[in-house]
């Protein structure tokens, strides 16, 4: 049974997954991580009716993203994995962001704010059979993404209003936005990578 812990951005999401289904998950914008994650942590515990020495792995989200958010939630990782003597699977954010778009042919960018009006923009895409990043994350502007993206591409996470409206006027047809709640990232994800993962190198 895996925790999944994803707190690296303002959205957080927790899940309990025991490999074969999701027990249980929570996802909401966060306002004080130091003050909300542990509670909900329990709570997710609760509605999953098991506790933490039930737990055989813990998942946590390794960023990009806020310094608050990804100090609390690697943290609390650490100190589960460390106490309960269990192993622990890091993944990047934009992975798991793109993870339910995976199935598609088209690429998929995910699209993280960075501050200061500039993003950090991964692009993944399936190849000779594999779903897989293609090229490394990078720190773009808004204008800076529009002039690299030279074919139709599914934009995904952190994609505002303000940002979409710039997308469609910059790209028109090459740029298809997934809705905001495909945009969320859910730790249902996380923990489903992560136990595939540890299957994989048990």
Known sequence: MILALDTSTDSSSLAVHDGERLLAEL???????????????????GLAHCQPADLTGIAVA????????????????KGLAYALHLPIVGLPTPDVAAYPFSSLVL?????????RDRFVSTTFQTRYGRWQR?????????????????????????????????????????????SPALS???????????????????
């Open 184 to 202: 969320s990232r859910r730790a249902g994800y996380l923990a489903e990578m992560a136990w595939k993962r540890l299957q994989e190198d048990p």
């Open 27 to 45: 996802t909401w914008q966060t306002r004080e991580s130091t003050q909300q994650v542990l509670p909900m942590v329990q709570h997710c515990f």
């Open 62 to 77: 390794l960023g990009p993203g806020s310094f608050n958010g990804l100090r609390v939630g690697l943290s609390l990782a």
């Open 107 to 115: 690429p998929v960018c995910t699209v993280i704010k960075a501050g």
């Open 134 to 178: 293609i090229g490394e994350m990078h720190n773009v502007s808004l204008d800076e993404l529009c002039q690299e993206t030279d074919r139709t591409t599914v934009f995904c996470g952190e994609v505002d209003t303000a940002t979409a409206a710039v997308l469609h006027e910059r790209l028109g047809q090459r740029a298809l936005l997934a």
